[in-house]
C-alpha cells in the first residue's frame, strides 16, 4: 500500500532502473500507479550504469548491488543473487563442470572487462569464497543480452535469480554448480534526501516496493 501523508503526489519523476528492470516489474503495474496518480508524469531510464542522482537530476534510482555513495538515502528491499546457468545445448557441447577449477575452460558469458576476454568470477559456496579467471568469446553489458546468450548456448553465466526462474522452469537454462552463488548485496531504492522527496516520487518508491519485494524472492 502507498501511504497518504496528505501532500497530493504530482509533477515528473525521473527514475533509473537496470535494462532487466521490467522482467520484474510490468509496465502494467506503472500503469496503476500513474491511473491512481494522474497527475504524476515518469520518465523511466533504464541502463545498467551507476548514476549520480543530483548531477543527473534524478529522483529515484532501483539498483541491484552494493551502494557505494554513502550521502544517499537507500532502503534495501532483499537479499539478492546471482546463479551459475548455461543452456542444455552448451552443456551436452562443452560438458557439466564438475568444480569452481573447471570454469577455466569453459566458455563463460559475463560484462566486458577491462582485462579483455579474461575476467575473475568470484563465488559463494560451501567451503567459503572462491575465485576462478574465466573467459569467453561474448561479453556483453546488458542483463538481457547476456540471457539471450546463454539460452544461445554461447557459455555459461551468472544471472539475477529473479529474470531467469522461468527459463529454470522451462528447462532453456539449468544450473550450474548449483552449490555455488554470487551475493550481490541486496535489492536497493534509493533517493538524495529523505527531507526534500517529493510526494510523488515517494510514493513511487513505496509502490515499487511494495510490487518487487515478492518477485524477487527465490
Known amino acids: 500500500m502507498v501511504s497518504d501523508s496528505g501532500q497530493e503526489p504530482k509533477g515528473t519523476v525521473r527514475m533509473t532502473a537496470p535494462t532487466n528492470f521490467l522482467v520484474d516489474f510490468d509496465i502494467e503495474d506503472l500503469a496503476?500507479?500513474?491511473?491512481r496518480f494522474p497527475k504524476v508524469y515518469l520518465e523511466l531510464r533504464l541502463n545498467d550504469t551507476r548514476f549520480e542522482l543530483i548531477a543527473k537530476s534524478i529522483d529515484l534510482v532501483f539498483r541491484i548491488g552494493p551502494l557505494q555513495d554513502s550521502s544517499l538515502v537507500a532502503r534495501r528491499q532483499r537479499d539478492t543473487y546471482r546463479y551459475l546457468v548455461a543452456s542444455p545445448l552448451c552443456l551436452s557441447s562443452a560438458g557439466v563442470p564438475q568444480t569452481?577449477?573447471?570454469?577455466?575452460?569453459h566458455e563463460c558469458i559475463g560484462p566486458p572487462s577491462s582485462g579483455g576476454a579474461q575476467t575473475h568470477w568470484y563465488l559463494d559456496g560451501p567451503g567459503g569464497p572462491r575465485t576462478v579467471r574465466?573467459?569467453?568469446r561474448f561479453n556483453s553489458s546488458t542483463v538481457g543480452s547476456r540471457i539471450c546468450a546463454a539460452r544461445m548456448g554461447l557459455g555459461a553465466s551468472f544471472l539475477p535469480f529473479g529474470v531467469i526462474v522461468e527459463d529454470l522452469a522451462a528447462g532453456r537454462l539449468v544450473r550450474v554448480l548449483p552449490e555455488y552463488r554470487q551475493d550481490l548485496d541486496g535489492a536497493w531504492i534509493v533517493y538524495p534526501s529523505r527531507r526534500n522527496i517529493?510526494?510523488?516520487a515517494r510514493t513511487l518508491a513505496e509502490f515499487v516496493a511494495a510490487k518487487l519485494t515478492p518477485r524477487l524472492s527465490e
Open 32 to 35: 496503476q500507479y500513474l491511473q
Open 100 to 105: 569452481v577449477e573447471e570454469l577455466a575452460e
Open 134 to 136: 574465466v573467459g569467453g
Open 198 to 200: 517529493s510526494a510523488a
